[in-house]
Nanobody, 124 residues
Framework: QVQLVESGGGLVQAGGSLRLSCAASGRTFSRSGMGWFRQAPGKEREFVGTINWSGGNAYYADSVKGRFTISRDNAKKTVYLQMSSLKAEDTAVYYC?????????????????WGQGTQVTVSS
């Protein structure tokens, strides 16, 4: 069992940066692939990025590639989403997710555990 708690959201101007954190509890975190997703009002929850258990492999949605970076610290049981050059269209609730598999995935249904989300608002 894994519990996830996101933090670090807030209001930022376009062009600014934020770093989201996702703190996990549970013994299996270090063997879990992790993902970040987001959901804007009236839209489906969409994939942002994912990272494998070791942190050695990460990939991203085209919409954030080159601006967002995922990393993890297994000793701290935390995964991060560094967001730069933020745009108004990045405004959404951001969720982290964990799966009972060591690789990452871009598919929502591949994830077994979800956090409650943290709001990111980018003003233009």
């Amino acid at each position: 069992q894994v519990q996830l708690v996101e933090s670090g959201g807030g209001l930022v101007q376009a062009g600014g940066s934020l770093r989201l954190s996702c703190a996990a509890s549970g013994r299996t975190f270090s063997r879990s692939g992790m993902g970040w997703f987001r959901q804007a009002p009236g839209k489906e929850r969409e994939f942002v990025g994912t990272i494998n258990w070791s942190g050695g492999n990460a990939y991203y949605a085209d919409s954030v590639k080159g601006r967002f970076t995922i990393s993890r610290d297994n000793a701290k049981k935390t995964v991060y989403l560094q967001m730069s050059s933020l745009k108004a269209e990045d405004t959404a609730v951001y969720y982290c997710a964990a799966r009972r598999h060591d690789s990452g995935s871009s598919y929502r249904d591949d994830y077994d555990y979800w956090g409650q989300g943290t709001q990111v608002t980018v003003s233009s």
